[in-house]
């Protein structure tokens, strides 16, 4: 068999998975761990039924209800496909076969793959879900947490140290705290070729280094059910920032209400199990509260992660905005904080709060200490929403 005829094979061996049983007759039946992956893909995409609700397949058997039905599939798509396409077909089985019921048996839980849009769905149904599975429920929200925090620690707390530290520069440092490298670079132009020196007009240097809180950091995050995975990654980056002895944070959740989280944000699981998706919105309301915990205008950050679709007052949400760019608070507006890019949001809000001089953009876990660094150092952060509205 020459390779042009080993490389055709292998096309036809990737369209037939590709397009299931219908290929059949064409491109002949899948066998060995190719027909096995084959019958996993069926029995979750061939089940399910087009827009007219007839079946696209006579030959799948779908996976039904059957608790230990689905948790057999559960474990032959981690077999046979690599973690990111197991979470994809994973979140695909939830919303397409609702699985939500299922998903509140320990066995079924131990069966999944643990990831961003898993612990969404969990945390959806906490208030419903029986007290024998939820262990099993915060094991995998751990499990995932604690990757979380892997991934985003380190570069968070060096982005905000270092903005916190260019934030406190100062002209007149003692001499112990000049920073020689800044201050050449600073006085180049000064440069004497007689004396073979720079001759310093400006020092550059840091302040003495402190335990003070120098900045306040309130994360204010929608809890609706969009807004999954936004209340996930909040939930770590504030856990994380909290641990910072330079910030002092504060996390508010809200929907129609208001629940202050920060008294447990030592743990951030127990941070995201405080939380409720799903209900409405009124980010009126939970700015007010917000407003209340701001006592340092011009030291403060405000993040609001929303959607922007109010169910309260607009016009008193707009001007709560404006009165804390006004005082000197650096408020940021998020209408997303996941790896999924631009959700549906209210254009109209959106663009009554650029107006304010508030641009308001998706924004990736990957991306956001940065933000906080810009944020810190008090720079415009057009940037970073012409940067995310262009992907």
């Given amino acids: 068999m020459t390779d042009d005829d080993g490389e055709r094979r292998e096309r036809l061996r990737r369209w037939r998975l590709v397009l299931g049983g219908p290929a059949e007759e064409a491109l002949g039946k899948a066998e060995g761990r190719d027909g096995q992956m084959d019958a996993a893909m069926a029995a979750l995409y061939d ?42 077909m994973q979140q695909d089985a939830i919303e397409r076969l609702d ?5 509140m048996e ?25 007290d024998e599975t939820k262990e099993a429920a915060r094991q995998v929200v751990r499990t995932v947490v604690d990757d979380l925090e892997k991934r985003i620690e380190q570069k968070t707390r060096a982005a905000v140290t270092g903005a916190l530290n260019r934030a406190s520069r100062i002209n007149r440092p003692r001499h112990a705290d000049i920073d020689w490298d800044r201050t050449i670079r600073a006085n180049l132009k000064h440069y004497q070729p007689e004396h073979r020196t720079v001759i310093p007009e400006r020092l550059v240097g ?21 807004m999954a995975s936004s209340v996930v990654f909040s939930g770590v980056f ?19 209400s208001v629940v202050d989280l920060t008294e447990q ?7 995201l199990f405080g939380t409720q998706l799903g209900g409405g919105t009124d980010i009126n309301r939970a700015i007010a509260y917000s407003q209340q915990l701001i006592t340092r205008p011009r030291d403060s950050i405000f993040v609001l992660i929303s959607d ?6 607009r016009e008193q949400m707009l001007r709560r ?19 999924e890019g631009a959700p549906a949001y209210d254009h109209e809000n959106a663009a009554a709060l650029a107006a304010l001089g508030v641009p308001a953009f998706a924004c990736t876990p990957d991306a956001f200490p940065d933000l906080m660094a810009a944020a810190i150092q008090r720079r415009d952060l057009k940037s970073f929403a012409e940067r995310f509205a262009n992907r």
């Fill in 238 to 256: 504030a856990a994380v920032l909290a641990s910072m002895r330079s910030l002092r944070t504060s996390l508010v959740v809200f929907d129609t």
């Fill in 206 to 226: 840091y302040g003495r280094r402190t335990s003070a809180v120098q900045r306040d950091v309130i994360l204010c995050v929608d809890q609706s059910g969009s």
């Fill in 47 to 88: 089940g399910a039924g087009d827009e007219d609700g007839e079946q696209r397949s006579k030959r799948s058997a779908g996976l039904g209800s059957s608790a230990p039905r689905v948790a057999r599939w559960l474990g032959d798509i981690r077999e046979y496909f690599p973690s990111t396409v197991v979470q994809v």
């Fill in 308 to 313: 922007l679709y109010e169910g309260g007052v």
């Fill in 106 to 130: 320990p066995e079924m839980l131990q069966a999944v793959e643990p990831d961003v849009h898993l612990v969404g769905t969990l945390l959806s149904l906490n208030r419903v879900m029986p």
């Fill in 99 to 103: 699985l939500h019921r299922l998903l």
């Fill in 321 to 339: 905005v404006a009165e804390m760019t006004a005082a000197g608070v650096q408020v940021v507006v998020l209408l997303a904080l996941s790896d």
């Fill in 265 to 271: 944000l030592n743990d951030p699981v127990e941070v």
